[in-house]
């Protein structure tokens, strides 16, 4: 009887462990996608001019409080071909705004980014701008 437990115990724990497996296998492939996307951008027609100039921009627009609909708080990412540039964060309430601004070194924030900041990110460097759906920021 006890052996038996063992056993089902140990087939259970071999099942998820094959799970998590399969879901951290799926998020190392969409990974892999973009960075061969950003690669083939950077490497690509047009990727000899200057590495430094701002060249990717996107708009992530959304609803950041409960009482404001119309997605009128928005992430702006602007980064040049090195993955270096701003984050322009505006943050819309119905008596006051809140602007912020964060700096972006090597396709990540220096500074910690909202999710929304760091979708900004990723769509600028994966060429999805200039306006972003949410539906579009993670397949």
Known sequence: MLIT???????LAGAGGVVIGYVALKQARIAVD??????????????AGDLKAIRDVAVYRYDALEEMTGRLSFSVAMINGLGDGIVLTSINGRSETRTYIRPVVGGKGSQPLSPEEEEAVRAARLGLGPEIEPSQARR
């Open 34 to 47: 973009e960075c061969q996307q950003m690669l083939a951008r950077q490497t690509g027609v047009g990727a």
């Open 5 to 11: 437990i063992w056993v089902i115990v140990g087939v």
